[in-house]
C-alpha cells in the first residue's frame, strides 16, 4: 500500500497558505494551485481528479449553497476488498504515523488526536482545519472550513426534561 507522504504535506501546506473565503468558487483556484482537474461540480459537491501517487487520485469536495464545507482527499492507495485485514491494517497504521511525523513537522501538534481503529488527528488552523483520518481501507486527508468545523463541534442544545 503506498502512502503518498510528499503529495500530502505539499497538499497541507498549499491549503494554510490558500486564501480561503470557503465558497465554491475557491475550488477551481485552489484545484490549479495544486496542480489538480475539478472533474464535475454539482448541487452538494464536487469530483476532483488530483495528482497523488495513490491507486484512486481523487477527492471530494463536500457543500451546500454555494459554500465549501470540507474537501476529502485519498492520501493512500485503497486497499482491495479481497486482502485480508491483517495485511491491511498493520500497513495503514504505518501510514498514518508516517504521515503523522511529517504533518506535524510541518503544522506543529495536532489540536487533537483520536486513537483507534478510525484514528483521526486535527490541526485547527486560522484558514483551514487540517483532519488526517483512517478508515478501514485507506487514509484521507480532509481540508475543512473554520466556521464549518466550528458548526460541527457546537454542543447539542440541552434539553430539559419536562415533569
Given at each position: 500500500?503506498?502512502?503518498?507522504?510528499?503529495?500530502?504535506?505539499?497538499?497541507a501546506?498549499?491549503?494554510?497558505?490558500?486564501?480561503?473565503?470557503?465558497?465554491?468558487?475557491?475550488?477551481e483556484?485552489?484545484?490549479?494551485?495544486?496542480?489538480?482537474?475539478?472533474?464535475?461540480?454539482?448541487?452538494?459537491?464536487g469530483?476532483i481528479?488530483?495528482?497523488?501517487?495513490?491507486s484512486?487520485?481523487?477527492?471530494?469536495?463536500?457543500?451546500?449553497?454555494?459554500?465549501?464545507?470540507?474537501?476529502?482527499?485519498?492520501?493512500?492507495?485503497?486497499a482491495?476488498?479481497?486482502?485480508?485485514?491483517?495485511?491491511?491494517?498493520?500497513?495503514?497504521?504505518?501510514?498514518?504515523?508516517n504521515?503523522?511525523?511529517?504533518?506535524t513537522?510541518?503544522?506543529?501538534?495536532?489540536?487533537?488526536?483520536?486513537?483507534?481503529?478510525?484514528?483521526?488527528?486535527r490541526?485547527?488552523?486560522?484558514?483551514?482545519?487540517?483532519?488526517?483520518?483512517?478508515s478501514?481501507?485507506?487514509?484521507?486527508?480532509?481540508?475543512?472550513?473554520?466556521?464549518?468545523?466550528?458548526?460541527?463541534?457546537?454542543?447539542e442544545?440541552?434539553?430539559?426534561?419536562?415533569?
Amino acid at each position: 500500500m503506498h502512502v503518498d507522504i510528499e503529495g500530502a504535506t505539499r497538499i497541507a501546506r498549499l491549503a494554510t497558505e490558500f486564501d480561503w473565503t470557503w465558497a465554491v468558487d475557491d475550488l477551481e483556484p485552489f484545484c490549479a494551485q495544486a496542480g489538480w482537474e475539478l472533474v464535475e461540480l454539482r448541487q452538494g459537491g464536487g469530483s476532483i481528479r488530483t495528482n497523488l501517487h495513490v491507486s484512486r487520485p481523487e477527492a471530494h469536495m463536500f457543500g451546500r449553497q454555494h459554500r465549501m464545507n470540507w474537501i476529502s482527499i485519498f492520501v493512500t492507495d485503497l486497499a482491495d476488498d479481497a486482502t485480508p485485514m491483517t495485511v491491511v491494517r498493520p500497513l495503514l497504521d504505518e501510514g498514518f504515523t508516517n504521515l503523522d511525523v511529517a504533518l506535524t513537522a510541518l503544522l506543529g501538534t495536532a489540536t487533537s488526536a483520536e486513537p483507534g481503529p478510525t484514528a483521526a488527528l486535527r490541526w485547527d488552523l486560522p484558514k483551514v482545519v487540517v483532519i488526517l483520518s483512517m478508515s478501514p481501507s485507506a487514509i484521507h486527508l480532509r481540508l475543512t472550513s473554520p466556521g464549518y468545523q466550528a458548526w460541527v463541534d457546537e454542543p447539542e442544545p440541552a434539553y430539559e426534561d419536562e415533569d
